[in-house]
């Protein structure tokens, strides 16, 4: 009869270590929120930056410029949690669907859009939620269609 051998942990190195981190669907969550916030404040200060020139009310140059600032900075803001939110939810639920299956295909970019649209929108009821879900894989599925050419 064999002796009992209690499990011995192997020790990771650091290389391992570092794989496993950025393997973790939080690390590309993160990754993915950071980019999203980026890409949604750039998008929104031209859009604040347009909105700020085109203000009827401001007669003065100072006046304008004040405005330009107060939009840009506000929009900045506001889209770029918006894109952060949505990058983040996106690809944690890729990712997580992506290990659950064990599988690299379109399927994942599908479920995890119609998860992510669903649950933004959500708070205005089944049918709202429904939409966002239609909406947001098919949109999941034109930006994978794109990056996988």
């Known amino acids: 009869m064999e002796k009992f051998k209690p499990y011995l942990r192997r020790e990771k190195n650091k290389e391992e270590l570092e794989i496993e981190f950025q393997d973790n669907c939080f690390f590309h969550a993160t990754k993915d929120a950071i980019s999203g916030f980026a890409y ?26 004040l405005s330009v600032l107060k939009n840009t900075s506000q929009k900045a803001v506001i889209e770029g949690f918006a894109f952060a939110l949505s990058n983040m939810l996106s690809s944690y639920f890729e990712c997580s669907i992506e290990k659950y299956r064990g599988k690299t295909d379109v399927w994942n970019g599908l479920i995890a859009g119609c998860i992510t649209g669903a649950t933004l929108s959500a708070k205005d009821g089944p049918n709202s939620a429904l939409k966002g879900c239609l909406s947001a894989a098919s949109l999941q599925f034109f930006f994978d269609s794109i990056n996988r050419k």
């Not at 859009?47 to 003065?60: H, P, Q």
């Open 40 to 65: 949604g404040a750039l998008i929104g200060g031209i859009s604040g930056f347009v909105t700020g020139i085109r203000d009827k009310k401001a007669e003065t140059t100072k006046q304008k410029f």
